[in-house]
């Protein structure tokens, strides 16, 4: 195709008169020829790009309009929210107050669970030992262990961590702090980036609560420990 247009070019620096002859072109018919040339060839070059410099140029007021919307939403709500979130497929992230810290409900499970996974990788077996539920492991709030009252259930800590997870079972995370330990699974969250995502108590103690030692995190830790 360029090759073609290169020969074409060179020549059309003449014409041919009525007679045969060779004549030149006049120096103004030469420029426009050129400058018509220069056109298809940037037209040529330039036209595959263009849709995805479009696509380009819709993602990015997509991703202002969603940033503002967000801002929009925190603005508007009457308490204090905080917002991270990243585009798996682009790595954009998006982030509205990502640095604040926020007590931390069901969320701090999560770190639980992946120190138990990096632990089983380390000693095989660990996640089919056997804890006992006693009445003193027993707790209240979400969970259905809390209602297996014969005194002689025994599970594994996998089981555990199951019920912790799919049922947000009190009980269950109770039993893997223990096991874990609340210094080793702020560790897990230090090693990922989320330093200032902390376990510092057991689920449902409210003397604890009213004292302000809360379970800890911030948007930005959450993403990272979810990414």
């Known amino acids: 195709m360029l090759s073609e247009v290169a020969i074409a070019a060179s020549s059309s620096a003449s014409s041919t008169s009525p007679g045969g002859t060779m004549t030149p072109l006049l120096p ?24 995805l410099s479009a696509q380009d140029e819709h993602l990015a007021l997509l991703r202002g309009k969603l940033q503002a919307e967000l801002e929009r939403i925190v603005d508007g709500y009457e308490g204090v929210a905080g917002v991270h979130i990243i585009d798996l ?22 770190p639980i669970l992946l120190e138990l996974f990096r632990r089983a990788e380390e000693e095989p077996g660990l996640l089919r030992r056997r804890i006992d ?4 492991v027993r707790t209240g ?21 199951i019920y912790m997870i799919v049922y947000s079972d009190n009980t269950g995370t109770n039993v893997l702090i223990d096991e874990m330990g609340m210094d080793e699974v702020n560790a897990l969250s230090a090693s990922l980036g989320a330093e200032h995502t902390l376990l ?16 800890l995190s911030t948007p930005r830790d959450a993403a990272l420990i979810m990414e």
């Open 28 to 51: 103004h018919r030469i420029l426009a020829f050129r400058m018509a040339l220069g056109l298809a060839v940037s037209v040529l070059f330039l036209s595959p790009a263009s849709p």
């Open 89 to 110: 497929t682009s790595g954009d992230r998006f982030r509205v107050n990502d640095e604040l810290l926020f007590p931390q409900a069901s969320a701090i499970k999560i």
């Open 133 to 136: 539920m006693t009445d003193e």
């Open 141 to 161: 709030g979400s969970g259905v262990l809390l209602h297996l009252t014969d005194g002689g259930t025994s599970l594994s800590l996998e089981d555990y961590a």
């Open 200 to 215: 510092q108590r057991k689920m449902i103690q409210p003397e604890e609560s009213a004292r302000g030692n809360e379970n």
